[in-house]
């Protein structure tokens, strides 16, 4: 039982550059979450997905697109990297409303 | 819309002297509160939650919080703390509507240190 997975763990993109943060748990969970941490902001959610097919916005959306795959799959995507969005990603999925979170994506953008 | 405030950036505490960090939320139903804890470079645990009943929650690590409705606020305590407590502290909030659960409003932290 491994809970919340992301991949990768650490990476470096340029200014403009587009690439896929991979989620999964294996808890059978049905609600899914991103959330960013930025030093002195705590964490702020991007997007959630409360069961398979449904995805919505959380506070900061833009500049993010998300997929759920399927029930244990919950991918954010970034079309346009932008040093703004240098930051560590969070993943978490949730069985009632208590929440497991993932180790965390490192994100730089130069 | 909901937020959560913690008042406090930073807090020196010394080993085995008592802890106390606030928390204040602001959330329009039921609020379900939660604490987590991170160390530098980590992911975050889960200290303790309140989701209904008894007001006063015990946690891991000897941590309670005790949830005050009339004054909006979910305080952690712990009576004696160690240098390994030295961390960052989040507390967050958080709902459940029909179609599953919200996702959380965290405070911007506390980081805690302990002195010798």
């Known amino acids: 039982n491994a809970g919340v997975t992301q991949t990768p763990k650490f990476q470096v993109l340029k200014t403009g550059q587009s690439m896929t943060l991979q989620c999964a748990q294996d808890?059978?969970?049905?609600?899914m979450y991103w959330y960013r941490q930025d030093p002195g902001m705590g964490l702020r959610l991007i997007y959630y997905s409360a069961s398979e097919g449904t995805t919505d916005k959380g506070e900061v959306p833009n500049g993010y697109n998300v997929s759920r795959l399927n029930k244990r799959e919950f991918s954010l995507r970034l079309e346009s990297a932008a040093p703004s969005q240098t930051s560590v990603y969070f993943c978490?999925?949730?069985?009632?409303?208590?929440?497991?979170f993932g180790p965390g994506t490192r994100l730089t953008v130069l | 819309a909901q937020s959560v405030t913690q008042p406090d950036i930073h807090i020196t505490v010394s080993e085995g002297a008592s802890l106390e960090l606030r928390c204040n939320y602001s959330?329009?139903?039921?609020?379900?509160l939660f604490w987590y804890v991170q160390s530098p470079g980590q992911g975050l645990q889960l200290l303790l939650k309140?989701?209904?009943?008894?007001?006063l929650v015990q946690g891991i690590k000897g941590f309670e919080a005790e949830f005050k409705r009339s004054q909006s606020s979910f305080n952690l305590r712990k009576p004696s703390v160690h240098w390994s407590d030295a961390a960052e502290y989040f507390c967050?909030?958080?709902?459940?509507?029909?179609?599953?659960?919200?996702?959380?409003?965290f405070g911007k932290g506390t980081h805690l240190i302990i002195q010798p």
């Open positions: 309140y989701f209904s009943g008894d007001t």
């Open positions: 808890m059978n969970h049905n609600s």
């Open positions: 959330y329009g139903a039921t609020p379900y």
């Open positions: 967050a909030v958080g709902g459940y509507s029909g179609g599953g659960a919200d996702g959380l409003t």
């Open positions: 978490a999925s949730s069985w009632y409303n208590e929440q497991f």
